[in-house]
């Protein structure tokens, strides 16, 4: 699941519980964050931020153990690998191809959007800022500049396009040699993307309640 799933599933958890937040929401999402700095997720000394980070945690087990993720995967994989697509991308294609498209079909909430870009606004906050110590010295900075950008950009975007889908998983694997995605190898997945698009969409809402079931949560707006 990426970042704004976990913002969605936060947001969903603190909504059970009373007020939603923002430092649970952004703890929800900063491994992800992490991984895209391409460092180690920091360490976190806010109460709600190091509880949002064990929630990632738990909500990434919850999801990547669903039998809605297990068989978006399962098909995407097949596609591909039927038309050609080494085995190794096909998998990586299939795990974060599914989480881009849910990405896309989840932006619709606006109770997530909202939750999602108050997170990023408030880790621009001196007291947040404070309490996140990242690993390398360099990195604080850029992350900073992540959450500008990301609060800038607004509202996750809705179903963007193939072509935009299948360019990003180019982009996301292209420092990985063994993985990477060349020319004819991205006209077939953007020929997934769109063919699979309209199942995951759909089948999104499914996935939603399977993972409150996983993770004991009350169920969410329908």
């Known amino acids: 699941m990426n970042f704004f799933g976990h913002a969605l599933i936060a947001q969903r ?27 180690r997720p920091p360490l976190a000394t806010i109460a709600a931020l190091s509880a949002g980070v064990s929630f990632h945690h738990q909500t990434d087990d919850a999801f ?3 039998q809605s993720f297990l068989e978006f995967s399962r098909q995407a994989s097949s596609f591909l690998g039927d038309r050609g697509l080494p085995r190794g991308t096909a998998r990586a294609v299939a795990h974060v191809g599914v ?8 932006a619709s909430e606006n109770g997530a959007n909202e939750a999602y870009l ?39 975007q809705e179903n963007p396009a193939s072509e935009l889908i ?28 769109e063919s699979a698009r309209v199942g995951i969409t759909s089948g999104a809402p499914h996935l939603l309640r399977e993972l409150e079931q996983r993770l004991h949560l009350a169920p969410g707006p329908r």
């Not at 952004?26 to 991984?35: E, I, T, V």
């Not at 989480?99 to 989840?106: M, S």
């Open 166 to 193: 299948a360019e990003r998983l180019q982009r996301i694997l292209a420092d990985r040699p063994r993985l990477a995605i060349d020319e004819r190898g991205l006209l077939v997945v953007r020929e997934w993307v």
């Open 99 to 106: 989480e881009l498209l849910l990405d896309g079909a989840f």
């Open 13 to 39: 958890h603190e909504a059970t519980r009373g007020p939603i937040r923002a430092e649970f929401v952004l703890g929800a999402m900063l491994p992800d964050f992490a991984s895209m700095l391409r460092t």
């Open 118 to 156: 108050s997170a990023v606004a408030c880790a621009s906050s001196e007291r947040v800022q404070g309490c996140i110590h990242w690993h390398t010295g360099d990195v604080s900075e850029r992350f900073q500049h992540l959450c500008r950008s990301l609060q800038n950009r607004g509202r996750f």
């Open 64 to 66: 990547h153990g669903s």
